[in-house]
């Protein structure tokens, strides 16, 4: 658990699926569903918890939106 902890903290940013689906306007559970199809912005898993990186989700939106 204190590596989670420290890798969120020098990480910033690294964000957690609830971040995350509140950056793009949806509910968990969409960005869920997008992760589970692969349309969603790369994860990585740590333990149980998804986060997100930043730079990555901007990636997705600008080729979602283009």
């Known amino acids: 658990?204190?590596?989670?902890?420290v890798l969120v903290?020098?990480?910033?940013?690294?964000?957690?699926?609830?971040?995350?689906?509140r950056m793009l306007g949806m509910?968990?559970?969409s960005l869920?569903?997008?992760a589970r199809e692969g349309k969603g912005p790369r994860r990585q898993r740590i333990g149980s918890r998804a986060y997100y990186y930043k730079p990555d989700i901007e990636s997705w939106l600008r080729k979602k939106f283009s």
């Open 32 to 34: 869920q569903r997008l």
């Open 27 to 29: 509910t968990e559970r």
């Open 9 to 21: 903290a020098d990480h910033p940013d690294l964000v957690t699926a609830t971040e995350t689906a």
């Open 1 to 5: 658990m204190l590596n989670r902890i």
